[in-house]
């Protein structure tokens, strides 16, 4: 992160928080106005779910204005939309947005969109906020919201002098495990800080926890950030796998940790480590690079069945032919249901036959034909029990 020059509007800002004179969200949502240009009718949500359905959104997302994928929660499911999105992709999220009214806006939307968006400075006057308010009245050091991403984390730190005119600490010791994790932000003995806050970018090591620990002249301070160590989210589980869990998604994400690197800790395709198999866009996942599907296969409601051919160089037959599709699909695509071909036969009613005569109750001599009754439900179906599908795609 670029923080070295505050616009004209956080310096407005850091001066009004003294004062505690606005909340942290409308702070950004005020923020957002002025980024997106959209008209403000007075609902905030109900001028987003405008603007997400406006041209002017459609050209902000191909420009790369909102970075390269925005996420937003729709009834409590994530939609993501890239900026390398196609006209498909970018009807079925205007179509998500038409199924609502307005959108309801939280803290954790707001800190995950604008911390994927290349403003820091707004982001960076936010995050100042919620400090102080999370601290009114504190001097001294005070920890920031981090940002987590898939090999990286942002310490965020801001020190509050007592007074002005008090002077900045200098540091006398630092420390961050485990060693040699430390990318960018300056850090050394001696060294005198120059500013409010302080963003020091430090490489993550697979399942090992993040902690960084600062001592100054003016007092000290700790922080950490958890190491991904659950099985479930863990490196030896291969992209693309997909498991049968009976744990709904909010289930999912606490056993997990899945959405521990996640900007808000929100569910968002560039950073979770599952997806649901419910169709929905996986834009910037891993799974997305390596293998340019747009979306998580749809698994709502179907069985999985083996494709005919694995690798293409082993050609060996299956012992039983018959074993394969006879209409075979590619992969993810769907095949409805299907009876195989088979013949009915009609029951014929002969002529009833007394003494060598045919009767038909004085009716004359013809037989006739009988149809069976239909029976049944809807489908054709083995015995079954429902589960969760989840698909690995970072």
């Known amino acids: ?33 002025a980024f997106t240009k959209m008209s403000n009718s007075g609902s ?3 001028d987003l779910r405008t603007y997400y359905l406006s041209d002017s959104f459609k050209a902000d997302m191909h420009d790369g204005k909102w970075g390269s994928s925005l996420t937003i929660p729709i009834e409590g499911v994530p939609v993501s939309l890239g900026m390398n999105y196609n006209e498909n992709d970018y009807q079925a999220f205007r179509s998500k947005v038409l199924s609502i009214s307005e959108l309801n806006v939280s803290s954790n939307f707001i800190q995950t969109t604008f911390s994927t968006v290349p403003n820091t400075n707004l ?27 898939d090999n990286d984390v942002v310490f965020t730190i801001y020190y509050r002098p007592a007074a002005p005119g008090d002077p900045m600490p200098v540091i006398s010791d630092f ?36 902690i960084l620990t600062l001592q100054t002249d003016r007092g000290g301070i700790s922080s950490k950030v958890s190491g991904v160590d659950n ?3 863990g490196k030896e589980i291969p992209l693309g796998t997909v498991i049968t869990s009976f744990l709904n998604l909010e289930q999912l994400n606490v056993a997990t940790k899945n959405n521990v690197k996640s900007p808000g800790g929100v569910w968002t395709s560039q950073y979770s ?19 340019s599907q747009q979306n998580a296969p749809d698994l709502r409601g179907v069985f999985i069945r083996g494709l005919n051919a694995f690798d293409p160089y082993y050609t060996t037959a299956p012992k039983d032919q ?73």
């Open 175 to 210: 420390n961050v495990e485990p060693a040699g994790s430390v990318i960018s932000g300056g850090l050394q003995k001696g060294q005198k800080l120059t500013a409010y806050s302080m963003y020091i970018t430090c490489k993550r090591s697979p399942g090992k926890d993040l």
């Open 123 to 149: 982001y960076d006057a936010y995050n100042k906020c919620v400090a102080i308010v999370a601290s009114p009245g504190a001097t001294g050091f005070i920890q920031g919201l981090n940002v987590e991403t």
């Open 231 to 233: 099985p479930m989210s």
């Open 1 to 33: 992160m670029n923080l070295k020059k505050l616009t004209m509007l956080s310096i407005l800002l850091i001066v009004c928080f003294s004062a505690f004179c606005q909340d942290c969200d409308k702070l950004l949502q005020d923020g957002l106005y």
């Open 322 to 394: 018959s074993q394969l599709n006879p209409n075979p699909t590619s992969l993810g695509e769907y095949q409805p249901d299907e009876n195989k071909a088979h013949t009915h036969y009609t029951i014929v009613t002969e002529p009833h036959s007394e003494h060598g005569r045919f009767t038909n109750g004085g009716g004359g001599n013809q037989g006739g034909s009988e149809n069976t009754s239909a029976s049944g439900g809807s489908e054709a179906r083995p015995k079954n029990v429902s589960m969760y599908y989840y698909i690995k795609i970072n």
């Open 44 to 46: 905030f949500s109900k």
């Open 273 to 291: 480590k599952w997806a649901p198999c419910d169709g929905r866009g996986i834009p910037n996942s891993q799974l997305q690079k390596i293998t």
